[in-house]
């Protein structure tokens, strides 16, 4: 697993990534909430603390974090382009659906800036 050599564009995938399950999370679960714990294995330039959500979204984000770290692809390209699905069955649609919902969500809300990331 590589954490050292993620460039900017990785890190800020994996926010926007933690911004979207924060954003479906608060819309579609009740309950309590916490920050995502940060991982010796995710290296320093990761901080997603700011990301609040509950126990499954955490571990299903945590699960995703791990995976996009493992992906033996470099340059990693975006995962709905990408030959190779990483993600165990389940979780490539609990991702689809994540990032279709916060995607929307988010641009309805005057969030424009994500139209970019949202189409590519």
């Not at 010796?40 to 996009?68: H, P």
């Not at 929307?104 to 994500?114: A, F, H, N, S, T």
Request: hydrophobic residues 30%; positive net charge.
């Amino acid at each position: 697993m590589r954490t050292s050599g993620l460039d900017p564009k990785e890190c800020k995938d994996l926010r926007v990534l933690a911004q979207f399950t924060a954003v479906y999370c608060r819309v579609h679960h009740e309950g309590p909430r916490e920050p995502l714990s940060p991982r010796e294995e995710w290296g320093t330039n990761i901080d997603l603390s700011g990301f609040q959500m509950c126990e499954s979204c955490r571990e299903f984000l945590d699960y995703a974090i791990e995976r996009r770290l493992r992906c033996p692809l470099d340059p990693k390209p975006v995962c709905k382009h990408c030959h190779i699905h990483c993600y165990r069955s389940g979780h490539r649609e609990k991702v689809r659906d994540v990032m279709r919902f916060s995607g929307k969500y988010l641009m309805k809300r005057g969030r424009l800036d994500l139209l970019w990331h949202y189409f590519f």
